[in-house]
């Protein structure tokens, strides 16, 4: 038995380990793209602010850990899969055969059509290598436009602003985090970031980039609004899309990811998906999505390695979640935080504490979260969700003063 | 270390915070809380300055032990010219507000002038702030605690606060906090109304040191096994409360009965803590739930009751279905063996209604009673009660009675002035059964001899924590003393003063002195505070406390006259149990205590005593 | 053989000494606030829940870790936070569904209880036995006893 997994990242690499104890005598292959031992692109921005070095990073701190399990770490990019024959084609190398393949392989940032985004002084913030580039500009006082304030973009923002730079944030749609926040929360987020000193532009496009030489080696970014703005450095996170280009001519079902059923199984015999690459049972909608973020990422991995080496573990669904620090105020979403028709919602806005919580209920169950300034137990909202716990009289509690989600879990898990 | 060092001052009038360094050559000589308080507040306040007054204060404060893991370390004292008394007051409370306090960073706060409109003092850690709290005024303490965690969105901030009755003046309003605990007597919370103070709400998070942690831990721990292992407070408070005396004091002959008249109750039992015990017919189950602790305990006599839901207080009122503080014995007694009443469920609702509005049960139902003995009289009529027919042992009398007067409503603002006011109102001043204007608790003087000195000599009017000698004379605490003979009291009640004056400075129960002696509570200070704090300088520093609060009301304008008890437990001999036919012996024990006090004959500290003691 | 904590809210007077122990034991003072155990108290229904991680063998934070900072303690069954590893990215917090990982902003780590090394602190602080550290495999015989008192109890009313 060889199993092989396309991807290094943490649906990747969690995969491995999962079918290592699981099948401890067959073959595990593991096939990375890049230079590094397998790391984790979320800390990269704990790189930029100089609280890790690049080690920090590596999803495995033991030392020899893939070694020691016997999991094959190899260096190639996926060119096809021949499912027929069951081997994977990797560029300028041997083709990799397998008897059940993982395909994690993540997903990539895309570059909008905008003039000037191949210049000097451009980059993505994904790769290690990003980062080095980034670090050779973002210095203190220096002048950096980061384009996008999505999830993502706010993450870099963070680490952006620590260092001291300058900072600019220019997001095309009408508020900050739109796909993890509402109006309230978004408004509240860019308010707090403008008094943190980062000039925020919301409904504002960039047009196009343009070399200059006032100072040399800078740049000039045009936004929609006729401002000019001068950068060092610019930043582009405007958004992901799942790695799946490579799968094209296997038959793999495919939408914005590969699909996949509640055992990671994809549409071909003895192929699986896992992570950001995969679109997934959502538990929220009971459709299937890709949710690109860490703990799914991990759930996806494991479920996949049991379901390979032949355990039966069907998955209840990903919960869309996020948690987000943006320059120090901390926010966080679960599941379906906008709502559903008819459903209830409980909400309490303190503006001048910056602090937020909404709760999405159906019936008397919460079905989604939203919540700024509060870390404290703040995981008790995904278990709300996923537990699906009637609240019986908490929901009236809940709807007066939300703020008592703990209370209400314990209260009704632990009684 | 132990004590943060910091205070909070805090003026009314002019809606100025500011923080001070705390004096540290005073919390060397008072230790803290009821000592340092003190020592702050007779510094800074004139002793002839009418409490309701502007230039009175209030003092907010914890002791050094206040938020470690001593056990019962989370107590804070508010010390005022008391509302109902006009002497020095010093009310203690536990729950968990203290320990915020002192996370917050703060050893107390003193609020001084009064406020405009109604405000409410809010302090996270290092913010404090004053804010508006018109929206509040005129709803209760339970109201009030929620609509402020509410507002903050933060479910951990403490509360205390006052009610309806703090608001509209009833002489005897506590400061309640975390909806059931309270600095209960001698009229704080009236002060505090007074202020348009409506609440203090602290939110602190930094913690609390020890000056030596090895030793505190041992000392602490050896505290706790001590406190483990007394019958008192290892079993009988835990199992039963303080509810555990109603049985054994009614049977010692010391259970003031309908205004004192009596010194046994005959429905004593039905009112007990085995009665709280017992399964109700309506649904099985017992008044009481369970037993809870304040912050640090590990006695826990806290008792969370429900009232059975068929009683005609809640069955027609569901917010009051719930579980909340229970009967303890000293309210127990008030508002039922004063008053004749003996339906534990209405006795229970009265006491949630003293937590809920913010008042006194003890003065409550003492006050109670004597309005009953005025009405029997016919001294008052239903022309005064406005038609509540005021007969002992009417539990809708005092039902009714609990609700106006936590309201200041109808006759109930008269029950509001407490029983001298009222009493000398309709001509009959020697009904009042009280002290220095505030009412008894629970033990008689003519069955317990020594109780008859605590109250003539305390410092904040009759009270059994200032000095309880029922330890001695009915438990045999640390000795078994006769509580029928007065000799030898005299010496028992300066001493039990003395070392409770600490235990009420350091930050812990007085109950843990049912258990601990100074030998106890000597290391765990000693370990906890800079400085050397042996038995012998905890004994000084208790009798400098309490000379402080004598010399205060002495200037106040208190005499020796005012030393004294109603002439009725001084002529009219107990008529039941071990006692009958004993009168209070006052007058003999007095003389001997100035003495050893070195006082003069007529109660004042002598240049000697002043000096020996530092003041 | 491996104990666990054993929570039994029948006991608990809520009287916070756990808090105490287990503040002063991770942050060298008495913080409640710093606990990485907490009483919920109930206080319209007299209860108090005291409520910690439970080192729980699915491990949400563990497994969420992107930079494998949460390990597995083989002696004890915890799931130790190392403060060298963390970069204080929270993933973890919203990962478990029990909410008893949390972010401290003083130190921009995460904390949550990690057994004391095998002697919880909690436990020696609890004045009740309302927090006990028991054989894994006890907790669950008492669990099942307690059920079977229920049962019988039934049986005898009906």
């Known amino acids: 038995m060889t199993y092989v997994i396309i991807g290094a990242g943490p649906a990747g690499v969690t995969a491995a380990d999962t079918l290592r104890k699981a099948d401890p005598k067959a073959d595990i292959v593991m096939i990375g793209s890049e230079p590094e031992p397998p790391y984790s692109r979320m800390a990269i921005p704990y790189v930029l602010t100089g609280l890790i070095a690049e080690e920090g990073t590596y999803l495995r701190k033991e030392e020899g850990h893939y070694d020691k399990n016997a999991i094959q770490y190899r260096q190639g990019e996926a060119e096809s899969i021949d499912p027929k024959n069951k081997v994977v084609k990797l560029k300028g190398t041997d083709d990799q055969p397998y008897s059940k393949l993982l395909i994690a392989t993540g997903a990539s940032p895309v570059k909008p059509p905008i003039d000037g985004l191949d210049l000097k002084g451009v980059h993505h913030c994904w790769t290690l290598e990003d980062c080095r580039n980034i670090m050779k500009f973002a210095d203190k006082g220096a002048d950096v436009v980061l384009m996008g304030a999505g999830f993502i973009g706010c993450i870099i923002m963070e680490a952006l602003a620590e260092r001291g730079v300058n900072l600019t944030v220019v997001e095309a749609l009408d508020r900050m985090v739109p796909r993890m926040m509402n109006e309230a929360a978004g408004n509240m987020v860019k308010a707090w970031c403008e008094k943190q000193n980062v000039n925020v532009h919301t409904s504002t496009k960039v047009t196009k980039l343009e070399a200059s030489k006032d100072p040399e080696d800078t740049l000039v970014v045009d936004l929609d609004n006729g401002k000019q703005i001068p950068a060092h450095l610019v930043v582009v996170a405007t958004g992901v899309k799942s790695n799946i280009d490579f799968v094209d001519g296997a038959g793999l079902k495919t939408d914005q990811g590969i699909l996949v059923d509640e055992c990671m199984r994809t549409s071909v015999d003895d192929i699986y998906a896992a992570g950001d690459c995969a679109q997934g049972p959502d538990f929220s909608t009971g459709g299937w999505a890709v949710h690109a973020v860490q703990p799914t990422a991990v759930d996806h991995g494991r479920i996949a390695g049991l379901n390979m080496a032949g355990k039966s573990a069907p998955f209840k669904g990903s919960l869309n979640m996020n948690v987000l620090d943006t320059v120090g105020l901390i926010s966080a979403s679960f599941g379906k935080w906008d709502g559903i028709e008819g459903g209830d919602h409980a909400e309490v806005i303190d503006t001048e504490n910056f602090k937020y919580m909404r709760l999405e209920f159906d019936g008397d169950k919460i079905i989604g979260a939203l919540s700024l300034g509060r870390t404290d137990q703040i995981g008790v909202l995904r278990g709300l969700i996923q537990t699906e716990i009637a609240l019986g009289p908490w929901k009236e509690r809940l709807m007066e003063n939300p703020h008592l989600i703990a209370d209400a879990y314990v209260a009704c898990s632990q009684q | 270390m132990a004590w943060a060092k910091k205070l909070l001052r805090v003026n009314l009038t002019a809606g100025t915070i500011s923080e001070e360094a705390l004096n540290m050559d005073w919390a060397n000589k008072y230790l803290g809380q009821r000592g340092l308080a003190t020592k702050y507040f007779v510094e800074e306040v004139d002793p002839k300055v009418d409490p309701l007054s502007p230039d009175n204060k209030m003092i907010m404060a914890t002791g050094p032990l206040t938020g470690t893991c001593a056990s019962t370390a989370g107590r804070y004292s508010v010390i005022t010219k008391g509302a109902l008394t006009g002497a020095i007051a010093c009310s203690n409370s536990g729950g968990f ?21 109604p405000v409410y003092l809010f302090i996270d850690n290092d913010n404090a702030q004053l804010i508006d709290a018109s929206d509040m005024w005129g709803t209760s303490v339970w109201d009030t605690e929620d609509k402020i965690k509410s507002d903050h969105q933060d479910p951990m901030i403490r509360v205390a606060s006052i009610g309806i009755s703090g608001e509209k003046g009833v002489k005897y309003a506590c400061v309640v906090n975390d909806y059931h605990r309270a600095a209960g007597r001698s009229g704080v919370g009236t002060v505090m109304g007074s202020k348009n103070l409506k609440a203090v709400a602290i939110r602190g998070t930094k913690g609390v040191t020890v000056k030596d942690p090895v030793r505190f831990f041992e000392a602490a721990n050896a505290g706790k096994a001590v406190l483990a292992g007394n019958p008192v407070t290892g079993e009988g408070l835990p199992a039963f409360g303080t509810q555990v005396l109603m049985n054994v004091i009614n049977e010692t002959g010391a259970l003031p009965s309908q205004n004192h008249r009596d010194v046994q109750f005959d429905g004593a039992h039905a009112i007990s803590a085995e009665a709280m015990a017992e399964p109700r017919e309506s649904d099985g189950k017992p008044n009481l739930v369970r037993n809870a602790a304040c912050f640090g305990c590990t006695i826990a006599c806290g008792r969370i009751s429900t009232i059975d839901r068929t009683h005609y207080t809640v069955a027609e009122r569901p917010e009051y279905q719930v579980a909340s503080g229970g009967l303890e014995y000293e309210a127990a007694w008030a508002l039922g063996a004063a008053t004749g009443v003996d339906d534990l469920d209405a006795l229970t609702f009265a006491n949630f209604i003293c937590n809920e509005q913010g008042y006194d049960p003890i003065s409550f139902g003492a006050t109670v009673g004597a309005a009953m003995e005025l009405y029997e009289i016919g001294a008052i009529t239903d022309k005064e009660t406005g038609g509540i027919e005021l007969k002992f042992g009417s539990a809708k009398a005092l039902t009714d009675l609990a609700e106006l007067t936590g309201k200041s409503e109808g006759f109930g603002a008269e029950i509001g002035l407490g029983s001298k006011l009222l009493c000398e109102k309709y001509g009959h001043g020697e009904l009042s059964m009280s002290v220095k204007g505030q009412e008894f608790p629970a033990y008689d003087s003519r069955g317990i001899q020594g109780m008859g000195l605590t109250y003539a000599t305390s410092n904040r009017g009759a009270c059994h924590l200032r000095s309880y000698t029922v330890a001695s004379e009915v438990l045999g605490i640390p000795e078994k003393t006769d509580p029928l003979v007065h000799e030898g009291k005299a010496g028992l009640v300066k001493a039990f003063q003395d070392a409770t004056a600490v235990f009420d400075s350091a930050g812990i129960c007085v109950f843990t002195s049912f258990a601990w002696s100074l ?24 009798e400098r406390i309490w000379n402080l609060e004598r010399n205060f009301n002495n200037a106040a304008g208190f005499t020796a006259a005012d030393d004294k008890l109603p002439e009725r437990l001084m002529k009219d001999a107990a008529k039941t149990g071990p006692a009958k036919g004993l009168t209070s012996q006052l007058d003999k024990m007095l003389p001997e205590y100035y003495q050893l006090r070195g006082w003069t004959a007529d109660g004042v500290p002598t240049n000697e005593t002043l000096g020996r003691l530092g003041l | ?129 309302a927090i006990t550290y028991v054989d894994a495999n006890w907790t669950g015989l008492e669990k099942m006893r307690a059920w079977a008192e229920k049962t019988d109890a039934g049986q005898a009313s009906a």
Request: with cysteine; glycine share 8%; aromatic share 8%.
């Open chain 3, 1 to 129: 053989m491996q104990k666990s904590l054993s929570i039994d809210p029948d006991k608990c007077t809520g009287c916070l000494q756990c808090e105490l122990a287990c503040s002063y034991d991770n942050e060298n003072a008495f913080n409640p606030a710093k606990s990485r155990i907490k009483i919920f108290t109930f206080h319209d229904k007299g209860r108090f829940v005291p409520y910690t991680c439970t080192q729980c063998y699915e491990a949400w934070c563990m497994h969420a870790c992107p930079v494998d900072a949460i390990t597995l303690d083989k002696g004890t069954g915890a799931k130790i936070v190392h403060d060298n590893l963390c970069v204080g990215c929270k993933v973890c917090t919203i990962a478990c569904p029990f909410g008893t990982i949390n972010y401290n902003a003083d130190t921009g780590k995460v904390i949550k209880c990690d057994l004391c090394e095998g002697e919880p602190e909690c436990a020696k602080a609890c004045p009740t036995d």
């Open chain 2, 97 to 117: 507000f203290g320990n915020e306090m002192k996370n917050a960073g703060y050893d107390m706060v003193i609020f001084e002038g009064a406020s405009k409109t």
């Open chain 2, 519 to 542: 030998e106890d509570v000597a290391p765990q200070i000693d370990a906890a505070c800079e400085g050397d704090w042996s038995v012998e300088t905890l004994l000084e520093v208790g």
